[in-house]
């Protein structure tokens, strides 16, 4: 039997609000949920990352809301003013620019401090551009690998790549459109040419566009389509061979193979062949190969 003193503290958490977590549109507007207008809709509060851009999403639905910024540079500030309104009973509602929050958008933090302190936190799904992505890629989900987006600087991008080149799950990266060409190169000479890409471009919009095959090919279609360089990009990369699978290619004596083609090849060209034939990057066999034309 409930005593008397539990009442009081029961009718208090029912009188903590909601922090729900609401996907939004990555470009066509008919893909919000009716479960995602009325949730925003019955919100006393929305944190937006951008609230300009938002905005219009509310106003195109015929809602008007408080709303509260919150990005990468504020949200530890705003988090707390944003629990406030919970403990006073008030249902906040996060969302991003364009598909689901904290996926490569701001939230982590509020979401954390929200379920660190008690209060419920409840997904309202929908729009996500990786999953979209991947659905219509034609490449192995079993198991992928999401890291975001990659290092702006081609030294940290090409190390950040070179960290996942034996990966066998499929890897999924966001990049924006000035970077695209410098990515998809820097995946070449990490990668190899052979390895499969496929790129989704302004996906759910008007001039959505697939481009896939090898990176080579990829990169190849990006040159020639005046389109190549706009829009917003979701990368995924087939993972590489088992361990099971390339005990064949492992049992290549890569030295003696090197050894064998610098005599006859320009060391540059003696790297490219053999990362085709071993899958190994062509970066590590350039530095090995002039190590043994030194010896």
Do not use: W
């Not at 990352?49 to 990005?71: C, F, P, Y």
């Not at 406030?84 to 996060?94: N, P, Q, W």
């Not at 969302?95 to 490569?104: H, K, M, V, Y």
């Not at 989900?141 to 600087?153: E, I, M, N």
């Amino acid at each position: 039997m409930s005593s008397k003193a539990e009442r009081p503290e029961k009718q208090a958490a029912q009188a903590q609000g909601t922090l729900y977590i609401v996907a939004t549109p990555i470009g066509n507007l008919d893909d919000l949920s009716p479960r995602a207008t009325r949730t925003l809709a019955s919100v006393d509060v929305v944190a937006a990352e951008d609230t300009r851009h938002s905005g219009r999403l509310l106003q195109h639905l015929g809602i008007q809301k408080r709303m509260i910024a919150l990005h990468d540079h504020n949200e530890k500030d705003r988090a707390e003013a944003l629990i406030s309104y919970l403990d006073k009973g008030h249902d906040v509602a996060l969302i991003s620019d364009a598909g689901t929050p904290l996926i490569s958008d701001p939230g982590y933090v509020l979401v954390r401090i929200a379920r660190e302190r008690g209060f419920r936190v409840s997904p309202v799904p929908g729009p996500c551009a990786l999953v979209a992505a991947l659905s219509a890629a034609g490449l192995p989900t079993d198991r992928f690998l999401f890291a975001g987006f990659l290092p702006a600087k081609r030294s940290g991008r090409r190390s950040a790549l070179d960290a996942l080149r034996r990966e066998t799950a499929t890897l999924v990266f966001y990049e924006s459109p000035h970077r695209i060409m410098d990515a998809v190169s820097d995946m070449e000479a990490v990668f190899g040419e052979a390895r499969e890409l496929v790129l989704g471009r302004e996906l759910t919009k008007t001039f959505e566009t697939f481009y896939a095959g090898s990176i080579t090919e990829v990169r190849q279609q990006l040159e020639v389509d005046p389109h190549g360089s706009r829009g917003e990009f979701v990368v995924m990369v087939r993972g590489a061979e088992s361990a099971a699978a390339a005990g064949a290619e492992s049992a290549l004596d890569v030295d003696r193979l090197l050894q064998l083609l610098l005599p006859e090849l320009p060391v540059k060209k003696v790297a490219k062949v053999v990362a085709e034939l071993s899958g190994q990057s062509k970066n590590e066999l350039y530095q090995r190969a002039l190590e043994l034309k030194d010896d």
